[in-house]
């Protein structure tokens, strides 16, 4: 496929942002110590993209921090090259530090791009164990649910599961019970996704701002997903309190 021409400058843009991170992760080790207040009713568990260290995340993290939310990065996933079921069980291991650490909290997955495939992977995966702490859903951006045309265009066995044909997404698409837990946030455009679009059966909203990663630093960006935040956390306690009202007029409860 080829680039179209509204495409071009924000190729250049998005890349000159992405090219910024990506050496400051590279000569930047030091772990993310960026977490937010600690009885934060949220907790944000941020998973980057492919290739992506979590500086990527970060300027998002800071305007969750600004809103009272507590963070937690996952630099466990390194440049997030492993398959996707690999990354969800990396992800999965987080999510119980933090229920440990905040069991008060309601804890909501942010990804990007493929941070969102592993997030919808542990919704998915969590379900089946109804024991185990649940996130109250999946805030994803610039995540291609359904693949990218593109990903056949680039080398490495990392980028395959993007493949419209991947095993990975056909197996997250037929497991539609976690979806209206999902909110997909979509920029303008997407150089590394031509077309990208809500799924059926999840909620989503398109950004003016462009890019694949730029968006990642926005203030429309930020704004979005913190209101998805509250829309997820407003379902799960409406729904907690169905479940309690329904055991109250159960009789002999």
Same mark, same amino acid.
Request: glycine letters at 10%.
């Given at each position: 496929m ?5 495409? +071009? ?10 090219? $910024? ?18 009885g ?6 941020? #998973? ?16 969750? +921090? $600004?809103?009272?939310?507590? #963070? ?18 990396? +992800?999965?291991?987080?999510v ?27 919704? +998915? ?10 996130? #109250? ?43 209206? $837990?999902?909110?997909? #946030? ?33 203030a ?14 407003a ?19």
């Amino acid at each position: 496929m080829s680039i179209q021409p509204a495409e +071009v400058l924000v190729w250049g843009r998005d890349y000159a942002f992405a090219a $910024r991170k990506h050496v400051r992760s590279t000569f930047d080790r030091r772990p993310p110590t960026l977490r937010g207040l600690p009885g934060a009713r949220v907790q944000a568990i941020l #998973v980057p993209g492919v290739v992506e260290r979590w500086h990527f995340m970060e300027p998002l993290a800071q305007r969750l +921090v $600004r809103a009272g939310h507590g #963070v937690r990065f996952v630099p466990e996933l390194g440049r997030n090259l492993a398959p996707v079921l690999e990354g969800a069980e990396v +992800v999965g291991r987080v999510v119980d530090e933090v229920a440990a650490e905040h069991p008060e909290a309601r804890i909501v997955l942010v990804g990007h791009s493929k941070g969102g495939l592993i997030g919808k992977r542990v919704l +998915v995966e969590r379900a089946t164990r109804p024991e185990a702490p649940q996130p #109250v859903g999946l805030v994803a951006l610039a995540t291609p649910f359904a693949g990218s045309s593109r990903a056949r265009l680039l080398p490495g066995a990392y980028i395959r599961e993007f493949d419209p044909s991947s095993e990975i997404l056909a197996a997250l698409a037929a497991e539609r019970a976690a979806d209206a $837990r999902i909110r997909l #946030v979509l920029p303008n455009i997407d150089p590394h996704i031509p077309g990208n679009a809500v799924p059926e059966g999840m909620v989503g909203m398109r950004l003016r701002a462009s890019g694949h990663f730029r968006p990642l630093a926005t203030a429309e960006a930020g704004d979005a997903v913190l209101a998805a935040i509250d829309e997820l956390v407003a379902l799960d306690l409406a729904h907690g309190a169905g479940a309690a009202a329904e055991r109250d007029s159960t009789p002999g409860a």
